[in-house]
T-cell receptor, first 117, second 114 residues
Framework: AQKVTQAQTEISVVEKEDVTLDCVYE???????LFWYKQPPSGELVFLIR??????QNEISGRYSWNFQKSTSSFNFTITASQVVDSAVYFC??????????????FGTGTRLQVTL | ETGVTQSPTHLIKTRGQQVTLRCSSQ?????VSWYQQALGQGPQFIFQ???????GRGNFPPRFSGLQFPNYSSELNVNALELDDSALYLC?????????????FGPGTRLTVL
């Protein structure tokens, strides 16, 4: 069975602060994929990043960066110089099994990020 | 925008009724997955359809059923609605035959059961 834990229920920061959202996952599969999605108040889940279990390189995309560490089963997400538009609920998700096979996404419970002026 | 569309946007039903939700997948995608998201929770996997057949199912009772059509669009049907079925229903489109099968989500249908 797969499990994703996002221990931070809600985080409040002031604009321009850096913020890190934590994600810890559990799976017995050796091949798996990790995702981050953003859910603004409109409700649509917006895909941010996909990382496979064989690629532990950290990634930076503009103000976003991701730190994947298999040793601690963590896939943390950092927003640098946060902005009000970053306010949303962020979900970490896990998909077990190789690409091309049927598999569900297992989501964490989400972290609500509130960025204020 | 992902190109995944869902209808209707909102729906209000009463207990015991039946409901059908619809999803059109993104161009080039052949797989549709459905998720239920209760208020304040993460999405829960209902089932996935690939080439018009169910291709995996979560822990949902048989009164949740679905269809996929030749154009890869999909329907989610829920019979004998219960109050706990009130939730946001999300459809996700992907391609199992591509090297990457990232799921892209539609805007959701918010179902309220009274």
């Amino acid at each position: 069975a797969q499990k994703v834990t996002q221990a931070q229920t809600e985080i409040s920061v002031v604009e321009k602060e850096d913020v890190t959202l934590d994600c810890v996952y559990e799976t017995r599969d050796t091949t798996y994929y990790l995702f981050w999605y953003k859910q603004p108040p409109s409700g649509e889940l917006v895909f941010l990043i996909r990382r496979n279990s064989f690629d532990e390189q950290n990634e930076i995309s503009g103000r976003y960066s991701w730190n994947f560490q298999k040793s601690t089963s963590s896939f943390n997400f950092t927003i640098t110089a946060s902005q009000v538009v970053d306010s949303a609920v962020y979900f970490c998700a896990l998909r077990a099994g190789p690409a091309g096979t049927a598999s569900k996404l297992t989501f964490g419970t989400g972290t609500r990020l509130q960025v204020t002026l | 925008e992902t190109g995944v569309t869902q209808s209707p946007t909102h729906l209000i039903k009463t207990r015991g009724q039946q409901v059908t939700l619809r999803c059109s997948s993104q161009s080039g995608h052949n797989t549709v997955s459905w998720y239920q998201q209760a208020l304040g929770q993460g999405p829960q996997f209902i089932f996935q359809y690939y080439r018009e057949e169910e291709n995996g199912r979560g822990n949902f009772p048989p009164r949740f059923s679905g269809l996929q059509f030749p154009n890869y669009s999909s329907e989610l049907n829920v019979n004998a609605l219960e109050l706990d079925d009130s939730a946001l229903y999300l459809c996700a489109s992907s391609s199992l035959t591509a090297g990457t099968d990232t799921q892209y989500f539609g805007p959701g249908t918010r179902l309220t059961v009274l």
